[in-house]
């Protein structure tokens, strides 16, 4: 059996920036599954490592564009205090949801707080950056009907219904 769309995978792998620093790793023992061909992985991976089999190993470098984007100046932004309910607990780090004006749901995340405005940026922690993957094909399964309804993957390191 292959990697191809409508499998689950389990991976073991490691993610490093430009300068080798380790982002982001899932071990042997803690596998990531995923569903492939749904959408729950950057595309420049997902792309690579299909039609590998158990077993295999590859470096994969993925480009912002195939990745999590290019870092964009124009989600970077100061906003009035006043936008936020007044009850809201802010704190650098945090994250919110928020529609841009083009109806796109974005992602945001608190970078300064002053007194009466705060500095917000929408881009992705990931944003702009050429990533390094190191990966290890643990797994490969048929998707169940669940599993294909859902458009994610379940059991170990997959996702879970509370
Ligand atoms: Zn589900």
Redesign the pocket.
């Known amino acids: 059996m292959t990697i191809e769309n409508g499998k689950v995978v389990g991976l073991a792998y490691t993610l490093k920036n430009h300068n080798g620093i380790e982002l982001d790793r899932a071990d042997l023992s803690q596998p990531f599954y995923y569903l492939h061909g749904a959408g729950q992985m950057i595309p420049g991976l997902e792309t690579e490592i299909t039609g590998l089999a158990q077993g295999a190993k590859k470096s994969v470098t993925v480009a912002p564009a195939d990745g999590y984007g290019e870092y964009e100046e124009a989600l970077k932004m100061k906003v009035p205090r006043s936008n936020f309910p007044a009850d809201a607990e802010l704190a650098e780090g945090l994250q919110f949801a928020a529609q841009l004006s083009n109806g796109q749901q974005t992602v945001f995340t608190v970078t300064a707080i002053h007194n009466d405005a705060v500095e917000v940026d929408g881009n992705h922690p990931l944003a702009g950056q050429t990533l390094y993957f190191d990966i290890e094909v643990l797994e490969i399964r048929d998707a169940t009907a ?1 599993e294909t309804a ?1 458009g ?1 993957a ?1 059991g170990p390191g997959g ?1 879970h ?1 509370h």
Request: aromatic share 0%.
């Open positions: 669940e859902h994610h379940h996702h219904h």
